[in-house]
């Protein structure tokens, strides 16, 4: 069955630095896509950026980009020069098959952003 | 604007009442979705409806139920056989194979 793996339950990052939030997914489908959101402590849940799993370059998005690891089975989430306003939870999700959407989510990872 | 709308924000109910979630989006999408998120947790699939009078059991169905009687409209009841309904409830629709966008969320607490 598919699975999303988040470890980092919490992350921590001056502002301005870069940090990456950790993804590891399981599935024995050829194709599926990779998402990443962002939840404030608003609750809304909101897009940030997509991998297709056949797609050769890494997403990005500006700040957000996605270092794909097709062989390791990793997507993990790069925020460059984090803001106070990034402070949130991050969640992985997965495409559950080809023919539905259906998504799979990890349980996310609360990133602090500190001056 | 284009979105997706859920009310109440909050919602409180007694324990042995049925409860019904709205959710509207106008962003004609044909499928809609109902997640449950409990604290510290991922979101979990209830139900979802990819087209009008149509809908699938989720992961978590039991003691849910849905209609999709207008493409906009995909509304979510909570009903006494659910067993711990407290919970954040996130409605989302989307196009076939892109992201999900989803609404602002219902808090649901049942006392």
């Known amino acids: 069955a598919q699975k999303i793996t988040q470890t980092q339950p919490g992350m921590f990052v001056q502002e301005k630095e870069a940090v990456t939030l950790d993804c590891t997914y399981d599935?024995?489908?050829?194709?599926?896509?990779l998402f990443w959101y962002k939840q404030p402590s608003s609750g809304e849940m909101i897009f940030l950026i997509y991998?297709?799993?056949?797609?050769?370059q890494n997403a990005t998005e500006g700040r957000y980009s996605l270092n794909f690891q097709k062989a390791r089975k990793s997507a993990n989430l790069v925020i460059s020069a984090s803001q106070l306003g990034d402070s949130a939870m991050y969640f992985c999700?997965?495409?559950?098959?080809?023919?539905?959407?259906?998504?799979?989510f990890g349980t996310g990872t609360r990133l602090q952003v500190f001056p | 604007d284009g979105g997706i709308t859920q009310s109440p924000k909050y919602l409180f109910r007694k324990e042995g009442q049925n409860v019904t979630l709205s959710c509207e989006q106008n962003?004609?999408?044909?499928?809609m979705y109902w997640y449950r998120q409990d604290p510290g947790q991922g979101l979990r699939l209830i139900y979802y409806?990819?087209?009008?009078?149509?809908?699938q059991k989720g992961d978590i169905a039991e003691g849910y139920s849905v209609s999709r009687e207008k493409k906009e409209s995909f509304p979510l009841t909570v009903t006494s056989a659910q067993k711990n309904p407290t919970a954040f409830y996130l409605c989302?629709?989307?196009?076939?194979?892109?992201?999900?966008?989803f609404g602002p969320g219902t808090r649901l607490t049942v006392t």
């Open positions: 989302a629709s989307g196009s076939t194979h892109y992201e999900q966008y």
């Open positions: 599935t024995s489908d050829q194709s599926y896509g």
């Open positions: 991998q297709g799993s056949y797609d050769e």
């Open positions: 999700a997965m495409r559950d098959g080809y023919n539905t959407d259906k998504l799979i």
């Open positions: 962003l004609n999408h044909d499928a």
């Open positions: 409806s990819q087209i009008v009078n149509d809908f």
